[in-house]
């Protein structure tokens, strides 16, 4: 088995480093991760500046470049193999709920994903790496277990995977869970430069808005770890049907501005 590891910490987060250590007992391992802290890129892409690729000491490689970056220069043509699994983590933090759509580490998991090779997000519910080893060997036995399964090679998931900073032997069991939801970020945060200019950062996430029963929230919580399988395609599919046929813009040429239903409001949500 063939790993690629990332994540959004940068190449010396202890995350990685534990993360490596636990799975090259069990595959072949190499890290291609961000030079510094890519926290909350997302899925965001250099496309207007070089990237350039260094080896650390320990063998590790690092880019000047967010963590969809790494991966993705790393499967077009810096590794010259495919390999069988992108793994990114471990995050110094959850990566929950609406975290998801921001976060590094679950964009660098994506861009696996994108290439079609089956891709996991892995990361620590609180923030300070405590019990980090415990959250290693948990996240080799999932990787193990998958491979058990057949799950590795073939067909292409996206998992995100959110470990309790605790003892392996205090962890409850995997829970399979939705995301939960969150409420609004919190007020932006202002300062004055010292030339007293403003300055403006952006706000923590907010509390938990939707944690019951069946979310990741609730079963970390609960001390489990929770997993939660992904997919990118935002389709309302849902309200599809009713933006068809309350707009009925029809063939080509009948277009907004002399459709006959121009002008009609969806439901509000729609």
Not at 231 to 258: K, S, V
Request: glycine share 10%; charged share 15%; proline share 6%.
């Amino acid at each position: 088995m063939k790993i690629l590891i990332s994540n959004d910490d940068g190449h010396q987060a202890p995350g990685i480093v534990a993360l490596h250590a636990a799975l090259s007992s069990v595959a072949e391992v190499e890290v291609v991760a961000p030079e510094h802290n890519n926290s909350a890129k997302s899925n965001a892409l250099t496309l207007h500046s070089p990237l350039y690729v260094h080896t650390a000491a320990n063998g590790f490689r690092y880019v000047n470049g967010t963590p969809a970056d790494c991966v993705h220069i790393a499967l077009t043509g810096l590794l010259g193999y495919r390999p069988d699994l992108v793994v990114s983590g471990i995050n110094n933090g959850a990566n929950m709920g609406d975290d998801t759509i921001y976060s590094g580490t679950v964009g660098a998991a994506m861009e696996g994903y994108l290439f079609g090779i089956p891709s996991i997000a892995f990361s620590q519910v609180d923030k300070g790496w405590g019990e980090l080893e415990a959250a290693a060997e948990q996240a080799r036995q999932i990787v193990l277990q998958l491979q058990a399964q057949q799950r590795i090679g073939l067909e292409p998931w996206l998992l995100n995977v959110n470990i309790p900073n605790l003892p392996l032997q205090a962890m409850r069991s995997v829970q399979w869970c939705r995301l939960g939801r969150r409420h609004a970020a919190e007020r932006v945060i202002t300062q004055q430069s010292p030339r007293g200019d403003t300055m403006y950062w952006i706000g923590s996430a907010g509390a938990a808005k939707d944690s019951g029963e069946g979310t990741d929230f609730y079963a970390t919580a609960q001390g489990h770890v929770a997993i939660t399988p992904l997919r990118i395609d935002l389709t309302n599919y849902e309200h599809l049907p009713d933006w068809a046929q309350r707009t009925a813009w029809g063939a080509p040429g009948n277009g907004p501005h002399n459709s006959p239903q121009v002008g009609a409001t969806p439901d509000k949500g729609h």
